[in-house]
C-alpha cells in the first residue's frame, strides 16, 4: 500500500536526513582514529651518491675496508701528518691509523702508520733520523710526511740543509698530492677589510710565520698592493704588521683571548725609540682555528681563503729520494691507491663519512661528523651573529693530481707556479734567514706519477675539479694596476712586458677559484673614440697572451675603458703615463 505524504512532510524527511548526516560526520566519522602523515624535516636535503660526478658514468663503489689491522708483511711506512681534512683519501686508502684488511693500501702490500705531527720543527727532525737511519740499515722503515704545497720551499730549505752531510741522494723530494685546502686555511679580518682591503693598513694579523696562512694574508695583500712588514717586533703604520703564533691554533687563540704586546715604531725603514702596543686584529688560520674564532667571540670574516686561492695549498707527500727509488713499485702502487680512494671519497657520501671517522682516530679529536661537516664546508653564524663559511677541502683523484703537476691538458705546471711563487716571496721577505731554496726540478719528482698516468688510463676516468667562474666579475677580491708597454698606437706588447704578464699569469694560477678581469685605460691625448678602441683591443691582446699560456677562456673577461676613468690627473706628462695602465682584477 502506498503511503502519500504531504510537502511539508517530505522537507521534514530530508532536513531529518541531512541532520542525520552531519551529526554521523561529527560524532562518528571526524572522531575515528586515523592514520597521520610521514613527518617531513623541513630544509633537509639527502644529498644523492657522487655529488661532484668523480667517476660519471664509469663508478664503481667499492666495498668499505675492515676495521682490523692487515699486517701483510709489505713495506712499512710511517706517515707523519698535521689535522688537516686535505688529507681524506690517505684515511680511505688505509682503513684506519694503521692499514686495515681490504683496504687499498693493504691491496698495494704497504703497511702504513699514519701519525699526527703537528709541529714542523720535528717533522724535519723525524725526516732527518729517518735518512741517517736508512743510509746505515735499508731495511729502514720508510717516514712520509704531508704539507702544505705554499709552505714547501720554506720546508725544503731548513730541510735539505739538514740532510746535506748525506749526501745527494738522501735530499728530500716530493712526489704526489693527494687533496687540496678549499675554503679550509684563510685570513679572517674585520669586515670593512673586505669591502676596503686599504683599511687592513696599519692593522695586525697573528699567524705562524713563514706558514702557508700567512702567505694567504701577503698573496691578498700583494694583489692589492699592500705592504706586509715582515719584522715582527716593529710596528710599521703604513703596513700590515704579523704578530707570530706558535702554530695555527695558537694565532686563532690570540685574537679570541685579547693578546697585545708592546712593538718599536718603524718610520721611514727604521725602529724609533717609541714604543706603542698592538692587539690582534685579524687572524691567518685553519680548521677547526676559524671554528674556534666563529664560536667563542666572533667579529671577524673571511677575507680572503684558498677558495679562492684554489691552487695555493695542495697537499703535497714528501720522503727521501733514495728511499723513493728504492721503492719505485710501492710509490707507485702508492699512488694508484690514493688516486682510486680520492675517486671514492668524491663520489660516494659513505666512504667520505669512513675517511672522516678515521680522521677523528688518526687525530684523537672530535668526531667523525666533526671532521665531515668541515670537509665539506659549512655555513654558521658566529658568536656575534654572523654568518660565516667554515672549513672545505677536497681529495684529489688522479686526473687532479697530474692538473696539479702540468701533466693534464692544459699543460700548466700548477705546482711549479705555486712554489716559485711563494718561494719567491719568501727570499724576498726574509733574506737573512732565507737566502735561497731549492730548485722545483729538484725536489720534485713527477716520474713516478707520470709512470701511473701513462700507465693507468683506467685510472683516469674520474672526472676533474672543475670550477664554474661567473659571466661577469661583480665583486672584487683584489685589484691593482700594472704598466704594460705596448707598440705607439697599436695593441702590440712590448716583449719588456713579458715579465709582467707571467707575474699575472702566477697570480691567476694561484687564485684558480678566481676570475681575472684585464681592463684596458688610456690618457686623454687623442679622441674618445680612439681612445676606447685602442683599450679594448690592448686588454684583448692581455688576455690573448695568457690563453696562450694555458688559462682557460671562461677565466677572463677583458675591456676597454679609453680615457674615462683616470687613476690621476692628464696635465702633466708623469700623470698621463700613470693613466696609460691595465688594471688587473681578481673577483667573482
Known amino acids: 500500500m502506498a503511503i502519500k505524504v504531504k510537502p511539508g512532510g517530505k522537507v521534514l524527511g530530508i532536513l531529518i536526513l541531512l541532520g542525520g548526516l552531519y551529526a554521523g560526520k561529527v560524532f562518528w566519522w571526524d572522531k575515528r582514529p586515523q592514520e597521520a602523515k610521514a613527518a617531513t624535516e623541513i630544509g633537509k636535503v639527502n644529498l644523492p651518491d657522487a655529488p661532484e660526478a668523480s667517476l660519471s658514468g664509469n663508478a664503481a663503489k667499492l666495498e668499505l675496508p675492515s676495521t682490523e689491522v692487515s699486517g701483510n708483511g709489505g713495506t712499512r711506512i710511517q706517515w707523519k701528518i698535521m689535522a688537516w681534512n686535505s688529507q681524506f683519501a690517505l684515511m680511505y686508502a688505509n682503513g684506519g691509523p694503521k692499514t686495515t684488511k681490504n683496504s687499498l693500501i693493504d691491496k698495494a702490500k704497504l703497511e702504513v702508520d699514519v701519525i699526527r705531527q703537528d709541529d714542523c720543527n720535528k ?122 703564533a706558535n702554530d695555527f691554533l695558537d694565532a686563532a687563540n690570540k685574537y679570541i683571548a685579547g693578546y697585545s704586546e708592546t712593538r718599536k715604531f718603524v718610520e721611514n725603514g727604521k725602529k724609533v725609540a717609541k714604543d706603542t702596543t698592538v692587539g690582534v686584529d685579524g687572524v691567518a688560520t685553519w680548521t677547526p682555528g676559524d671554528v674556534n674564532i666563529a664560536q667563542k667571540k666572533g667579529g671577524l670574516i673571511n677575507i680572503a681563503t684558498t677558495r679562492e686561492y684554489a691552487a695555493q695549498m695542495p697537499n703535497i707527500t714528501i720522503t727521501i729520494k733514495k728511499f723513493a727509488n728504492d721503492h719505485r713499485t710501492d710509490i707507485e702502487n702508492l699512488i694508484m691507491a690514493l688516486a682510486q680512494a680520492g675517486d671514492q671519497v668524491r663520489s660516494f657520501n659513505d666512504a667520505k663519512a669512513f675517511a672522516a671517522d678515521v680522521s677523528a682516530k688518526v687525530y684523537n679529536e672530535q668526531d667523525g661528523a666533526y671532521w665531515l ?78 709512470s701511473v698516468v701513462s700507465n693507468h688510463p683506467e685510472l683516469l676516468t674520474g672526472a676533474a675539479i672543475k670550477v664554474e667562474y661567473a659571466d661577469a666579475i661583480t665583486k672584487e677580491v683584489s685589484s691593482k694596476s700594472v704598466q704594460v708597454q705596448f707598440e705607439t698606437g697599436s695593441a702590440v706588447i712590448r716583449p719588456e712586458s713579458y715579465a709582467v704578464l707571467d707575474d699575472i699569469l702566477k697570480s691567476a694560477v694561484v687564485a684558480e677559484g678566481l676570475k681575472l678581469g684585464v681592463y684596458g685605460h688610456t690618457d686623454n691625448v687623442g679622441n674618445d673614440e680612439a681612445n676606447l678602441k685602442l683599450s679594448n683591443e690592448r686588454a684583448a691582446s692581455v688576455v690573448a697572451y695568457l690563453q696562450a699560456k694555458g688559462l682557460a677562456a671562461n677565466r677572463l673577461e677583458s675591456k676597454g675603458f679609453g680615457a674615462s676613468k683616470p687613476e690621476t690627473t692628464n696635465a702633466t706628462a708623469e700623470g698621463r703615463a700613470k693613466n696609460r695602465r691595465v688594471q688587473i682584477v681578481l673577483g667573482n
Open 373 to 450: 661537516k668541515y670537509y665539506n664546508g659549512t655555513e654558521e653564524n658566529d658568536a656575534q651573529g654572523t654568518k660565516l663559511h667554515l672549513g672545505g677541502s677536497m681529495a684529489y683523484n688522479l686526473a687532479d693530481a697530474a692538473n696539479m703537476f702540468g701533466l693534464g691538458d692544459d699543460k700548466l705546471d700548477r705546482y711549479k707556479i705555486v712554489y716559485g711563487t711563494f718561494g719567491d716571496i719568501l727570499v724576498k721577505m726574509y733574506p737573512e734567514l732565507v737566502p735561497a731554496y731549492p730548485v722545483y726540478n729538484k725536489v720534485v719528482d713527477k716520474s713516478f706519477l707520470a
Open 123 to 244: 717533522s724535519i727532525a723525524d725526516m732527518v733520523k729517518f735518512a741517517q737511519d736508512y743510509k746505515s740499515d735499508p731495511n729502514t722503515p720508510g717516514v712520509f710526511a704531508s704539507f702544505m704545497g705554499d709552505g714547501m720551499p720554506m720546508f725544503f730549505a731548513a730541510l735539505a740543509k739538514e740532510l746535506e752531510p748525506l749526501g745527494p741522494e738522501y735530499q728530500p723530494i716530493a712526489f704526489y698530492s693527494m687533496g687540496k685546502s678549499y675554503g679550509e686555511d684563510k685570513l679572517m679580518g674585520p669586515a670593512e677589510w673586505k669591502l676596503n682591503p686599504k683599511a687592513a693598513i696599519g692593522k695586525t694579523v697573528a699567524c705562524v710565520l713563514r706558514d702557508g696562512d700567512m702567505n694567504i694574508l701577503v698573496k691578498w695583500a700583494g694583489d692589492n698592493g699592500i705592504r706586509v712588514n715582515p719584522d715582527e717586533t716593529s710596528f710599521d703604520r703604513n703596513a700590515i704588521n704579523l704578530i707570530a
